[in-house]
């Protein structure tokens, strides 16, 4: 017998899916297609999985040398491989890689259980109720994804429990998945007030072998729902019924290196391969996936109202010129202190947004002009305040460096600070209300395990008065005594170059809003601005997701962008600038002669990246995948190959 496998490794230079090894007598009643054995791939001794079974004999092949005889690919997750492989142009044993478990040298011993489900403890409102009961409909007969539409607080969560009750009633498994790490322990919290400690967390921070026994408990049925961001979704299901991915609308669930997998999309395959229900959910979903609920190949679910009729947030925009006008160069303007205020009277809570971490977003010389960059990736190196003094810091690469007293380039001792970051804002809250309890809540302030626990614990409890924080506080955070959002600046996204830059303005204003007002009190929006005509900001100031959508698919159809068509864009990284031009310009005749259009090439926006130069072009394509790029791809390895990329930058 003769299994063709595919290595679990990527395969430079070769065109070949799959490799011939010897199933020796012994094994060959344990083998099967979707078996994941051990052979020898050069010197070294890897996994890989079976894709076919022949029943003849072949000289001087290599033998299998073991079989795991517990676990195995079903015939569901093999098709998904082959859709990864084509789609994201990466080997077949890459794509298949994604759903094998952790290695592990004594995995252990796997033993069935009983799964407890505690009585329902959810009320539905008629309006959830509607959409319940159209989802369940669904869930019984799977025939493509349904996009659930809510705005924020309009009690999506509460319909994700009912239908993960309903499946597992059903006797089928949940995956549930969630953008960021950060954003679990909420969520995890709902569903194990509801099915007790009968759910699988999966996430990066986990030890191997506590994501062995995760992926264990999954596969074998143990526990019927596992929650966690991406990787979650790569549990193989026997028995799955329903997948939920929450804020579908999130850049996360794009894998960030090979194979570069969009959650949403394997999704679809997953679901359709296994005859499961895909369940979104947004308040404001991607341009891309509300084009397919008017296309009809999604259906649309609505909840055009907050839980019990509660009132959305009003929204105040304020221009920052006029502000500068009346003489008032605070990051805070005049409306947004005494909102501020009452906040403080009323012994509520207030949450502030910028996306943009430090005191100061760059340091430049005003004799010279000349800006301090990272040596690593030539990009403006952010300025920061400790406790014991200031520093420099990269927030790509993390180089750090203290703040020069000279510049470096004329050697002049007037270095100014430009720009304002999310430490500025709780110093200047500091200043201005000395007795508020501040907290800080960014990538660095929560970093540890349990961090983001303890700050969500805090916020309940009002040991907080006011929250200043980047985009971990603009999703997932539903607390009742927050009545006033700021948005610092609505500016920071809005003109990068870049054609999602007007949809991610609009989601992360909306987004951020829709935290304040929750339960007994409206709440209220300041949202500053130097563009306050800009529709995207318009639109968010009255969570008005169509109205934004309208004018945006518009501009997506003049200007030929998703989704319209396919992007892919491949990006040369190299060390030598030179080289790394010189690839991207001999790709780029190639793709030339094979009769595709194309913009570029060019530099990126991050010219420079972890100490490498950075040159990309990008390619429009009507239809995806494309056998003429694969074919290009297969003999020119060297570069980023990136589809439906979620940023050009």
């Given at each position: 017998?003769?299994?063709?496998?595919?290595?679990?490794?990527?395969?430079?230079?070769?065109?070949?899916?799959?490799?011939?090894?010897?199933?020796?007598?012994?094994?060959?009643?344990?083998?099967?297609?979707?078996?994941?054995?051990?052979?020898?791939?050069?010197?070294?001794?890897?996994?890989?999985?079976?894709?076919?079974?022949?029943?003849?004999?072949?000289?001087?092949?290599?033998?299998?040398?073991?079989?795991?005889?517990?676990?195995?690919?079903?015939?569901?997750?093999?098709?998904?491989?082959?859709?990864?492989?084509?789609?994201?142009?990466?080997?077949?044993?890459?794509?298949?890689?994604?759903?094998?478990?952790?290695?592990?040298?004594?995995?252990?011993?796997?033993?069935?259980?009983?799964?407890?489900?505690?009585?329902?403890?959810?009320?539905?409102?008629?309006?959830?109720?509607?959409?319940?009961?159209?989802?369940?409909?669904?869930?019984?007969?799977?025939?493509?994804?349904?996009?659930?539409l809510g705005v924020t607080g309009s009690g999506k969560t509460e319909i994700y429990l009912e239908l993960t009750k309903k499946t597992i009633e059903d006797g089928k498994q949940v995956i549930i998945l969630v953008p960021e790490i950060m954003l679990t322990p909420q969520t995890l919290s709902r569903f194990q007030s509801m099915f007790g400690d009968e759910i699988a967390i999966m996430h990066s921070g986990l030890s191997?072998?506590?994501?062995?026994?995760?992926?264990?408990?999954?596969?074998?049925?143990?526990?019927?729902?596992?929650?966690?961001?991406?990787?979650?979704?790569?549990?193989?299901?026997?028995?799955?019924?329903?997948?939920?991915?929450?804020?579908?609308?999130?850049?996360?669930?794009?894998?960030?290196?090979?194979?570069?997998?969009?959650?949403?999309?394997?999704?679809?395959?997953?679901?359709?391969?296994?005859?499961?229900?895909?369940?979104?959910?947004?308040?404001?979903?991607?341009?891309?996936?509300?084009?397919?609920?008017?296309?009809?190949?999604?259906?649309?679910?609505?909840?055009?109202?907050?839980?019990?009729?509660?009132?959305?947030?009003?929204?105040?925009?304020?221009?920052?010129?006029?502000?500068?006008?009346?003489?008032?160069?605070?990051?805070?303007?005049?409306?947004?202190?005494?909102?501020?205020?009452?906040?403080?009277?009323?012994?509520?809570?207030?949450?502030?947004?910028?996306?943009?971490?430090?005191?100061?977003?760059?340091?430049?010389?005003?004799?010279?002009?000349?800006?301090?960059?990272?040596?690593?990736?030539?990009?403006?190196?952010?300025?920061?305040?400790?406790?014991?003094?200031?520093?420099?810091?990269?927030?790509?690469?993390?180089?750090?460096?203290?703040?020069?007293?000279?510049?470096?380039?004329?050697?002049?001792?007037?270095?100014?600070?430009?720009?304002?970051?999310?430490?500025?804002?709780?110093?200047?809250?500091?200043?201005?209300?000395?007795?508020?309890?501040?907290?800080?809540?960014?990538?660095?302030?929560?970093?540890?395990?349990?961090?983001?626990?303890?700050?969500?614990?805090?916020?309940?409890?009002?040991?907080?008065?006011?929250?200043?924080?980047?985009?971990?506080?603009?999703?997932?955070?539903?607390?009742?005594?927050?009545?006033?959002?700021?948005?610092?600046?609505?500016?920071?996204?809005?003109?990068?170059?870049?054609?999602?830059?007007?949809?991610?303005?609009?989601?992360?204003?909306?987004?951020?809003?829709?935290?304040?007002?929750?339960?007994?009190?409206?709440?209220?929006?300041?949202?500053?601005?130097?563009w306050p005509e800009n529709s995207s900001i318009q639109f968010a100031s009255n969570h008005d997701y169509k109205g934004f959508f309208k004018l945006e698919i518009e501009e997506r159809k003049k200007f030929h962008y998703p989704p319209f068509v396919h992007i892919l864009r491949i990006v040369s990284e190299d060390k030598d600038k030179k080289k790394a031009s010189e690839k991207i310009n001999i790709l780029t005749d190639i793709i030339k002669k094979a009769g595709y259009g194309l913009l570029g090439p060019g530099p990126c926006f991050y010219q420079k990246?972890?100490?490498?130069?950075?040159?990309?072009?990008?390619?429009?394509?009507?239809?995806?995948?494309?056998?003429?790029?694969?074919?290009?791809?297969?003999?020119?390895?060297?570069?980023?190959?990136?589809?439906?990329?979620?940023?050009?930058?």
């Open positions: 017998m003769i299994a063709e496998v595919a290595p679990e490794i990527r395969v430079f230079g070769s065109k070949i899916a799959l490799f011939s090894y010897l199933v020796p007598e012994e094994m060959k009643t344990k083998i099967r297609l979707g078996s994941i054995v051990l052979i020898s791939f050069g010197k070294r001794k890897i996994r890989g999985i079976v894709f076919e079974l022949k029943e003849e004999t072949m000289d001087n092949l290599k033998t299998i040398t073991a079989v795991n005889e517990n676990i195995s690919l079903e015939k569901a997750y093999l098709e998904t491989a082959r859709w990864i492989s084509s789609y994201y142009l990466c080997s077949l044993g890459e794509a298949a890689s994604l759903f094998l478990p952790p290695e592990m040298k004594r995995p252990r011993k796997v033993v069935g259980q009983a799964i407890k489900i505690k009585p329902n403890n959810v009320t539905l409102a008629d309006d959830q109720e509607k959409v319940y009961l159209e989802l369940l409909s669904k869930l019984k007969n799977p025939q493509k994804p349904s996009l659930l191997l072998s506590e994501k062995y026994a995760c992926y264990t408990d999954f596969y074998f049925g143990n526990k019927k729902i596992v929650v966690g961001p991406r990787s979650a979704l790569l549990i193989p299901s026997q028995r799955l019924g329903l997948i939920i991915i929450d804020e579908e609308q999130e850049d996360a669930y794009k894998q960030d290196h090979n194979p570069r997998y969009h959650s949403v999309d394997l999704a679809k395959e997953i679901a359709k391969n296994t005859h499961s229900l895909l369940l979104l959910g947004s308040a404001t979903p991607r341009v891309e996936t509300y084009y397919e609920t008017e296309k009809g190949e999604m259906d649309l679910s609505e909840l055009k109202e907050r839980f019990n009729s509660e009132s959305l947030p009003k929204a105040q925009i304020i221009d920052l010129k006029e502000e500068h006008r009346k003489g008032n160069y605070s990051i805070f303007s005049e409306s947004l202190v005494k909102e501020l205020r009452e906040v403080m009277d009323n012994k509520k809570q207030a949450l502030l947004f910028l996306n943009r971490r430090g005191m100061s977003t760059f340091i430049s010389c005003r004799d010279c002009g000349e800006v301090l960059l990272c040596p690593n990736c030539q990009i403006s190196l952010a300025y920061h305040l400790d406790e014991k003094n200031g520093y420099l810091n990269c927030h790509h690469c993390d180089y750090k460096s203290p703040v020069p007293s000279r510049c470096p380039e004329c050697q002049s001792t007037k270095i100014k600070f430009f720009g304002t970051g999310i430490e500025k804002v709780i110093a200047e809250l500091n200043t201005l209300f000395p007795k508020a309890r501040t907290f800080r809540a960014d990538s660095a302030s929560l970093q540890r395990k349990g961090d983001y626990e303890l700050f969500d614990k805090m916020l309940r409890n009002h040991e907080i008065d006011i929250v200043a924080g980047t985009q971990i506080v603009a999703k997932g955070l539903d607390i009742d005594n927050i009545d006033m959002v700021g948005v610092v600046s609505a500016d920071t996204s809005l003109h990068l170059p870049h054609f999602r830059a007007n949809e991610k303005t609009f989601q992360i204003i909306t987004q951020v809003s829709g935290r304040s007002g929750r339960k007994a009190s409206t709440g209220k929006t300041i949202i500053q601005s130097y990246l972890y100490n490498k130069y950075r040159f990309h072009v990008i390619i429009k394509l009507d239809r995806w995948p494309d056998n003429q790029i694969a074919k290009i791809k297969a003999e020119n390895d060297g570069f980023v190959w990136d589809i439906d990329p979620v940023s050009l930058l």
